[in-house]
């Protein structure tokens, strides 16, 4: 799937719900379900600068397409981290780097996330992005 189907398919999901409460339970939910870093990637050089609680994201090569696995320690924070590595796991630097990240605001997540959260979501896809553009270079 391309980003942008992966996108459209976590703002039809977020649709069925009624209230940010459901929506919350379900970003714990995916967070649950998120493919853990090993142990050995929890370090402070994966760690996102700018969130309030701690998130590891580490990302490898596989072939042309980056595979990101993460952790955090806060259970929203997971989940935010879940949907993201859902979105961008598995595809290619450049169309990482050029996707679009509206969706986050179609399912309302950054309005209803407290202002330290909404930086740390930020700090998350700019640590994404950085790995995409370390990778692009290598594929050149």
Same mark, same amino acid.
């Given at each position: 799937m391309?980003?942008? #189907?992966?996108?459209? #398919?976590? %703002?039809? #999901?977020? &649709?069925?719900?009624?209230?940010?409460?459901?929506?919350? @339970?379900?970003?714990i939910? +995916? $967070?649950? &379900?998120?493919? +853990?870093?090993? @142990?050995? =990637?929890?370090?402070?050089?994966?760690?996102?600068? $700018?969130?309030?609680?701690? %998130?590891?994201?580490?990302?490898?090569? @596989? $072939?042309d397409? *980056?595979?990101?696995?993460?952790?955090?320690?806060?259970?929203?924070?997971?989940?935010?981290? /879940?949907?993201?590595?859902?979105? =961008?796991? $598995?595809? !290619?630097?450049?169309?990482? *780097?050029? /996707?679009?990240?509206?969706?986050?605001? #179609?399912?309302? +997540?950054? @309005? !209803? +996330? &407290?202002?330290?959260?909404a930086?740390?979501?930020?700090?998350?896809?700019?640590?994404?992005?950085? =790995?995409?553009?370390?990778?692009q270079?290598?594929?050149?």
């Amino acid at each position: 799937m391309t980003i942008k #189907e992966i996108q459209e #398919e976590i %703002v039809d #999901e977020f &649709s069925m719900f009624d209230d940010w409460m459901q929506r919350y @339970e379900y970003m714990i939910d +995916l $967070g649950k &379900s998120l493919p +853990l870093i090993d @142990e050995q =990637y929890k370090t402070d050089d994966n760690i996102i600068k $700018g969130c309030q609680s701690k %998130v590891w994201v580490h990302a490898d090569l @596989e $072939g042309d397409t *980056l595979t990101f696995t993460a952790d955090s320690d806060a259970i929203i924070t997971k989940g935010i981290i /879940a949907i993201l590595i859902r979105v =961008y796991s $598995g595809q !290619h630097p450049k169309d990482i *780097l050029d /996707a679009d990240t509206g969706f986050i605001d #179609e399912i309302g +997540l950054k @309005e !209803h +996330l &407290s202002p330290t959260r909404a930086n740390g979501l930020v700090s998350m896809i700019k640590q994404i992005k950085m =790995y995409a553009i370390a990778y692009q270079t290598q594929l050149k």
